[in-house]
């Protein structure tokens, strides 16, 4: 095929930024690889204009985090008529915030733990002492709590009574004025990205302490070298393997997704898979989940790349 104008766009002013720069240059540098002319664009007040002039023919979203992952570019990109990778707008603000993701996929039968939403006005004007026991009461610990909308596991934190709840609570509104409190479920974090319709082998994410039990994979665990084992593919049987697809299956369906996206849940004692939540801007860095399942699959990540990067073309350019 000839070589196409591509525009990467990173970057932007999330929590997520120096995590998005470094997946738009590394998706810049293996399109490159594949003969592309790519340009690495940051997003300021300056992008349209750019875009504009450098009229391209594909758009490739490596964003991380608001803007990037809430509908926002992508409906910019489709008033421009510029086609792009992942899912459109829509669906991109569906799957952002995660509390109404979790309502997409418990009205379809896909399993995903309990949950309640609670901002930080409520608790103001309701009253911690009032509410938060409520909450421990009909959902028992332990509990996550998280902020709705974000990533990388920014604001997230561990709640086994009220006073924890508080202290989890005040970490979460620190990057959202609304915070997801979920029931905890014990087992296997594994990851299971989507290529153009099509699953990756699972990836089973394992972040060990030094005192020999299982860590938090938080930020840090995300983006340090070493920080974290990752068994790709998961150390699953078939049937866990085949639940776990089918799970991200049904949540990118749902959605209304395409293109690229990565569902993270949790795999239960039983072998059950919990949908935790549906990423639609997947990280592209070296220590990220998607190119360690393109790898278990025999794909390399420019090759990867360019499939993402394919899907978003009309098909009759393709």
């Known amino acids: 095929m000839e070589p196409l104008r591509i525009?990467?766009?990173?970057?932007?002013?999330?929590?997520?930024?120096?995590?998005?720069l470094r997946s738009?240059?590394?998706?810049?540098a293996a399109l490159e690889s594949r003969g592309h002319d790519v340009t690495l664009f940051d997003v300021d007040q300056h992008l349209l204009d750019e875009l504009?002039?450098?009229k391209p023919d594909v758009a490739y979203v490596a964003l991380h985090?608001?803007?990037?992952?809430?509908?926002?570019?992508?409906?910019?990109?489709?008033l421009m008529g510029i086609p792009f990778t992942g899912p459109d707008a829509r669906a991109s603000s569906l799957a952002w915030d995660k509390a109404v993701a979790k309502g997409v996929w418990r009205r379809h039968g896909i399993p995903t733990p309990d949950w309640i939403s609670l901002s930080s006005d409520a608790v103001r004007d309701l009253g911690a002492v009032r509410i938060l026991?409520?909450?421990t009461q009909r959902l028992?610990?332990?509990?996550?709590?998280?902020?709705?909308?974000?990533g990388a596991s920014m604001g997230v934190g561990y709640a086994s009574d009220a006073q924890d709840l508080t202290d989890a609570l005040i970490g979460s509104f620190r990057y959202h004025p609304v915070a997801l409190v979920e029931r905890f479920v014990e087992g296997v974090e594994v990851a299971v990205s989507i290529v153009d319709g099509e699953p990756l082998p699972p990836v089973e994410i394992d972040v060990p302490h030094a005192d020999g039990e299982d860590g938090h994979y938080d930020f840090s665990a995300r983006y340090t070298p070493g920080a974290t084992v990752l068994h790709a593919p998961a150390r699953l049987d078939a049937s866990t393997a085949a639940r776990a697809t089918d799970a991200a299956m049904a949540a990118y369906g749902e959605v209304g997704a395409r293109h690229v996206t990565r569902a993270d849940m949790i795999i239960d004692a039983d072998g059950n898979p919990w949908l935790l939540e549906l990423d639609t801007s997947p990280g592209m860095?070296?220590?990220?989940?998607?190119?360690?399942a393109a790898e278990a699959a025999g794909e390399d990540f420019a090759s990867v790349c360019e499939r993402i990067l394919l899907a978003a073309l009309p098909a009759h350019t393709r």
Not at 24 to 28: P, Q
């Open 7 to 20: 525009a990467v766009i990173a970057g932007g002013l999330s929590f997520e930024r120096d995590v998005s």
């Open 24 to 28: 738009g240059a590394r998706v810049t």
């Open 52 to 54: 504009e002039t450098c």
């Open 65 to 78: 985090g608001r803007m990037g992952e809430d509908g926002t570019i992508q409906g910019l990109l489709q």
């Open 133 to 135: 026991p409520q909450v």
């Open 140 to 150: 028992p610990g332990p509990l996550v709590v998280k902020p709705t909308q974000g």
């Open 285 to 292: 860095t070296e220590t990220s989940l998607l190119p360690a």
